[in-house]
């Protein structure tokens, strides 16, 4: 069987485990029953090939799994529950991303029918979007299948150093194993709707190309590339900008709704038999709104790559951008160290014609503490220093990824700063904020927005009282938040401090016994009028499972109290790393401008209440 990714099967699950969406494709399971076939006469068997299952089959497997395993994913590991012929047993945290379904109808004699490949259904990339399950079964060789069926029956545990049969081992060299999480997480993106393209800003410039240049120009990249079909003048430069934005608009996928002819139309376009081709949502819509054109194809000593199927023609320019996202967890206390750190891409978009290379070292290597790095497929990295890695690459089609890393926030944390909070009484209670503001950093790092919030999901607020020194303050019943620093007011080359004192009071508790366990249930005139609230049963249910909390922590999610800090940081990058557009290089050389920008966002960066319980990382 020829090495490379194919899928046999793929099923689509909703979270009352029934199969919403599947799609088999016969062109690779006429190849996996040839190969069984093989492999049966070989071994001198005569049963003959397993066809895949019914929809229903999968949907009463994969529950059967659920109940058997503990959970969707499983345990991972073998434990008192696993029974012989299980995920579990293989004793493998990788069981819990690439699991087995047993298609036996007999329940009670699982461990007998499991012995046979032929009740194995195996090896399943699963994966979880939007309360969806995404199941994809790629074509793997017969023999593998029986090797995994003998790991999941043998009686020792776990994998010895050096052993030859392995799940690890066995995993390495099924080459189809990649390719299909990548189906996954595609189809998984359809689904959510997560599928925009990264951000690349730019400056706003005066329109040197007509409406569709004045338009990306002022509110930062979002169109796609004109194919080569396109004709270079500036009004079909318009016309074609406009009609690939206009699709991409309307094939657009919604989160939380499953829209199954943009499902098949994605495996028509992307993996029409069952083989991937192009898995990229942003190529498939220039394809479907421009089609193919060979006017202007490539020189023929030059290889088109994969990543980029149609070659751009206008005006020429390469896009810059680091966004980077600070996590950070803020105790401000002796005995628990604060915690903050980076999480950054390097987005670009190449608007360049033809195939050129484009290197440029990236320089702030050192500086920036890298704990790890990884690059885009187009991407080489032939040389590196301390300070200084050269990167060469020929970019894709529209905005892309060229690089992620994590690194250390080498111009420490933007927003430092304590919050308390003590409960008076049960129904009232006394909080402070003393928060500094871009200590350290100059220009020409400018934070344009900073809000503080404090959530409140377990009580309702009916009263509250403070003004801060700076900024402003908007209450809504389960929360308060803090404007320190407003939009269109912005923070550069100085720092600034702010405290916010105050008290806020919530409305009674009452609580009450709902099934042997305590509930807290805020009373409410409007209910007892009976009215119904919507918020009122959102909450309710998203409390429901949360374990009752004691008098000094009344309003937490589960005994923690915190506040969430946002903001946004534009002109530089906050772990020094950067790029000089003059040392950017084309080949061949082309006058093509070089724009670089940079900006850094919040992530999870939380102010846990100095006076209250906090989680934290013990230090090994």
């Known amino acids: 069987m020829p090495s490379g990714c194919s899928i046999r099967a793929l099923w689509i699950i909703n979270n009352h485990d029934a199969v919403v969406f599947s799609r088999k494709f016969p062109v690779v399971e006429k190849r996996w029953r040839s190969a069984f076939k093989t492999e049966n006469e070989n071994s001198d068997g005569s049963d003959p090939p397993p066809r895949l299952p019914t929809d229903q089959q999968i949907s009463i497997a994969f529950a059967r799994r659920k ?33 087995s379904l047993s298609l036996s109808e007999d329940y009670n004699d699982n461990e007998s029918n499991n012995n046979d490949e032929m009740n194995i ?13 995404i199941l994809v079964l790629p074509l793997v060789e017969p023999r593998e299948i029986k090797d995994f069926v003998n790991l999941c029956n043998r009686s020792d545990c776990g994998s010895a150093v050096g052993e030859d049969l392995s799940l690890s081992s066995l995993l390495l060299n099924t080459s189809s194993i990649t390719g299909a999480f990548m189906v996954a997480h595609s189809f998984g993106d359809i689904i959510s709707g997560d599928t925009a393209e990264p951000e690349v800003v730019v400056a706003a410039s005066p329109s040197v190309g007509g409406l569709f240049d004045s338009l990306t120009g002022s509110i930062g990249i979002s169109s796609r590339p004109r194919p080569v079909a396109a004709a270079p003048v500036a009004s079909s430069s318009s ?15 919604k989160a939380g709704l499953l829209d199954k002819d943009l499902l098949r139309n994605f495996i028509a376009s992307a993996m029409p038999f069952g083989t991937p081709l192009d898995l990229s949502l942003s190529n498939i819509f220039a394809m479907k709104a421009n089609g193919f054109s060979s006017a202007e194809p490539p020189p023929q000593d030059l290889k088109q790559p994969a990543w980029k199927p149609y070659l751009y023609k ?79 690459f020929q970019p894709p089609l529209g905005n892309f990824v060229l690089m992620k890393y994590q690194a250390g926030c080498g111009l420490g944390p933007p927003v430092k700063g304590f919050y308390q909070l003590s409960m008076v009484s049960e129904d009232e209670g006394a909080f402070l904020f003393k928060v500094g503001l871009m200590e350290g950093y100059k220009s020409p790092l400018s934070m344009e927005f900073c809000t503080i919030t404090m959530p409140f999901p377990r009580r309702r ?71 119904v609230n919507v918020e009122d049963i959102l909450v309710q249910k998203m409390n429901k499972d949360l374990p009752a909390v004691e008098m000094e922590e009344p309003f937490c999610w589960q005994a923690y109290d915190y506040a969430k800090v946002s903001f946004k940081i534009v002109g530089a990058s906050v772990s020094r790393m950067s790029i000089d557009t003059k040392s950017v290089n084309i080949y061949p050389t082309t006058k ?28 090994v």
């Open 461 to 531: 607020i009916v009263a509250f009282d403070g003004t801060p020194s700076a900024g402003t303050v908007l209450t809504t019943e389960h929360s308060v938040e803090w404007r320190v620093l407003g939009s269109g007011r912005s923070l550069s080359g100085k720092s600034l401090e702010a405290t916010f004192p105050g008290t806020i009071k919530f409305s009674p508790l009452k609580s009450r016994r709902r099934g042997g366990g305590d509930d807290d249930e805020e009373s409410d005139g409007e209910s007892a009028e009976g009215v």
């Open 592 to 619: 093509s401008p070089v724009e670089y920008s940079a900006q850094v966002t919040s992530g999870d960066y939380i102010l846990w209440n100095t006076l209250g319980k906090a989680p934290s990382a013990a230090a």
């Open 67 to 99: 109940k058997q395993e503990g959970s969707s994913r499983g345990y991972g590991l073998r434990v008192a529950q696993s029974t012989k012929g299980s995920d579990s047993w293989v004793d493998d945290p990788i069981t819990r991303h690439i699991i």
């Open 121 to 133: 259904l195996w090896p399943i990339i699963l994966h979880t979007k939007s309360l969806y399950y």
């Open 314 to 392: 206008g005006k020429q320019r390469l896009l810059f951008t680091i966004h980077e996202t600070i996590n950070a967890a803020m105790y401000d206390r002796d005995e628990i160290p604060d915690s903050v750190s980076v999480a950054g891409q390097i987005n670009c978009r190449g608007e360049l014609e033809g195939l050129p290379d484009v290197s440029f070292p990236l320089a702030g290597l050192s500086k920036a503490r890298i704990e790890s790095i990884s690059f885009h497929p187009c991407a080489q990295v032939p040389a590196h220093g301390i300070d200084k890695q050269n990167i060469v």
């Open 239 to 253: 016309q074609s900008g406009s009609s690939t934005t206009g699709a991409a608009a309307t094939d657009a996928p």
